[in-house]
């Protein structure tokens, strides 16, 4: 049996903190670890998993693999998983990586815990955490087949640097351009000079009471002057003052950082369910009796337009 | 075009969840049609009152009680139902299998459905099913168009927005910002008790996932709260931003 495997997230090359999350934890079973990379020229990127401890990199490069599109991925890994036999395969739970987990979990006929807040594997059992009901229950599954399949949580695995041979290994190319039944036609960037929610280290939120366009300027500087990535509440969502892939909660994204500032949030169960396993928590409001006071570390009871400008020069001192 | 749509019942997302001889308890929760599919039968029945979809038939697999979310989407205004009567307990391959089961029998030419469950938050069913059919899958969308036996989807992407084009049939799960779901209204609610209703049992297979153990997480506790003037409130606020937290400030 191969050990771990980690699937590399990355798009044009630039790879997802997450895919060194996981090869890092994977480092702790104590077992081979080998990233799987699939793309068009991606050997060049072999050295980063190394760094990480991968023993092994499986490099996959092609026109076909060009886009990430389910069909060629999966009759990628599905050649390989029965090549090579892994013990475990680890994707990230990305809307790629649950996609193509699904898929692939499906065409093996195994099961999948996805988007799971802790791993332990050994001896080829897989054991994970999973956060259910939007945060309100935790759920320890076990993958009952072979190999191991899940996706992982940005932002729960400690990173942790580790020397590894990184030996490239070039499998047989076992998808064509038949396995392709999605045509990308268009991919816009969201253009931003802010981390993305789910990888951010600071997530800064606005909500209703922001009142407006210009409130949410007032937090975007707190945001970027912490380097923090930008979120809000679906009131301040529905309201157009943000864009929908910036909601956080149970309908929208679940962030995980070491520091969430929730300003002018209510703090609605909703709204919790996505943030309220930040390892910090701070909360500014009006409202004395507004739930979010509930799950902060350290809540202000004030006007977000008086206190975020003055904490800013306090920052900046 | 006939259009599925699978529909999940969930737990209203305010419960509060409890356990009960190691199980999550369902006393007294308020049972509803899982958000993200509620998305997916509206934008059927918006494809039908543009002339595109001929016939909405939502499946659900569940219990008896599941009985109510196909009623509730009958009510906004799905033509037909099907229950696909399984245990609850139910895994993803197990609720796919099942599904699919149900859905090949419809033969249905497009076939939506939330892109995740507000419960399980799996976000794997409608793929597995797309592979079990041997279907085109797309995820998370927030439009589609279809012409000439295409779907043109845009979803949204990890980094961005993609626009992706398959071909029909297809298995497509949709994100809660594409539509603003209807209320059923009290003539759709009268209609939906005469609309026709099929029950069916899962197909048998067998579970890949078994769940050892559930808890509830360490309730997080309020820490610090003050009530100052905004500067004194805002030093205090930075100094714990500092010096506990530790930020690095750009
Ligand atoms: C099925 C479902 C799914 C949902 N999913 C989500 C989700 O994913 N994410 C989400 O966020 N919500 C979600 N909601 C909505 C949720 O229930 C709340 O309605 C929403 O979170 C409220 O947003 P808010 O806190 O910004 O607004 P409000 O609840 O209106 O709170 C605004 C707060 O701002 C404070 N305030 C006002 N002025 C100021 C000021 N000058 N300075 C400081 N504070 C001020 C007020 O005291 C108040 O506490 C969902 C609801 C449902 C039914």
Redesign the pocket.
């Known amino acids: 049996m191969a050990g771990t495997w980690v699937f590399v997230e990355q798009r044009d090359g630039n790879i997802r903190k997450v895919t060194y999350e996981m090869l890092s934890k994977a480092k702790s079973f104590g077992d081979e670890v080998s990233a799987v990379v699939i793309g068009n020229n991606v050997e060049g990127l072999a050295p980063e998993f190394a760094k990480y401890g991968a023993d092994k990199v499986y490099v996959v490069e092609g026109d076909v693999f060009a886009n990430y599109n389910t069909g060629a991925y999966v009759a990628q890994l599905a050649a390989m998983i029965n090549e090579f036999s892994p013990n475990a395969v680890l994707f990230a739970h990305t809307f790629n990586g649950r996609d193509l987990a699904s898929r692939l979990a499906q065409k093996l006929e195994a099961g999948l815990a996805t988007d799971a807040i802790n791993a332990e594997i050994s001896a080829g059992k897989g054991v994970f955490t999973r956060a259910i009901y939007a945060g309100k229950a935790l759920s320890k599954v076990e993958v009952t087949t072979s190999p191991v399949l899940a996706t992982i949580r940005a932002g729960v695995f400690e990173l942790a640097e580790a020397a590894g041979a990184g030996a490239v290994v070039k499998p047989a190319i076992a998808a064509t351009d038949a396995d392709v039944y999605q045509t990308v036609k268009d991919f816009v960037v969201t253009v931003s000079s802010r981390p993305e929610l789910n990888e951010a280290e600071v997530v800064v939120s606005?909500?209703?009471?922001?009142?407006g366009p210009e409130?949410i300027k007032v937090v975007e500087q707190l945001a970027d002057l912490l380097g923090a990535a930008l979120g809000?509440?679906?009131?301040?969502?529905d309201s157009g003052w943000l864009g929908h892939e910036l909601?956080?909660?149970?309908?929208?994204k679940v962030v995980n950082p070491n520091l969430y500032v929730a300003?002018?949030?209510?703090?609605?169960?909703?709204?919790l369910?996505?943030m309220s396993s930040s390892k910090f928590i701070a909360a500014?409001?009006?409202?004395t009796e507004?739930p979010?006071f509930n799950v902060a570390d350290f809540g202000v009871v004030?006007?977000?337009?008086k206190?975020v400008p003055l904490l800013c020069d306090e920052l900046k001192k | 075009m006939k259009v599925l749509v699978c529909v999940k019942q969930t737990f209203?997302?305010?419960a509060k969840i409890e356990l009960k001889d190691g199980k999550i308890s369902d006393a007294g929760i308020n049972l509803?049609i899982n958000?993200y599919d509620e998305v997916a039968v509206e934008g059927a029945i918006q494809l039908k009152e543009k002339n595109i979809a001929t016939e909405v038939v939502v499946v659900s697999a569940g219990s008896d009680k599941a009985m109510d979310t196909i009623r509730t989407a009958l009510a906004m205004g799905a033509d037909r139902g099907i229950l696909v009567k399984q245990d609850s307990a139910a895994d993803e391959y197990q609720r796919a299998v099942a599904l699919a089961e149900a859905i090949k029998a419809e033969n249905p030419d497009l076939i939506l459905a939330g892109h995740v469950a507000?419960d399980d938050g799996s976000s794997q069913v409608p793929t597995r099913v797309a592979e079990i059919l041997g279907l085109p899958n797309v995820n998370v969308i927030t439009n589609i168009e279809i012409a000439g036996g295409k779907a043109t989807c845009t979803s949204e992407a990890d980094g961005g927005t993609q626009v992706t084009e398959v071909s029909i049939p297809a298995v497509i799960s949709s994100q809660?910002s594409w539509n603003e779901p209807r209320y059923p209204s009290m003539k759709g609610i009268m209609q939906a008790k005469k609309k026709p209703v099929a029950t069916v049992d899962a197909a048998a297979a067998d579970a890949k996932v078994k769940i050892i153990e559930l808890a509830l997480p360490a309730a997080k506790t309020a820490g610090i709260k003050i009530e100052e003037d905004p500067d004194v409130a805002a030093v205090k606020l930075g100094d714990w931003m500092k010096n506990t937290v530790k930020v690095e400030v750009k």
Request: charged share 15%; proline share 2%.
């Open positions: 606005g909500g209703r009471g922001c009142k409130g809000g509440s679906r009131a301040s969502i909601q956080v909660g149970q309908t929208g300003c002018g949030i209510s703090g609605a169960i909703q709204h369910a996505g500014i409001n009006t409202d507004a979010i004030g006007d977000l337009f206190v | 209203d997302t305010e509803i958000p507000a809660v």
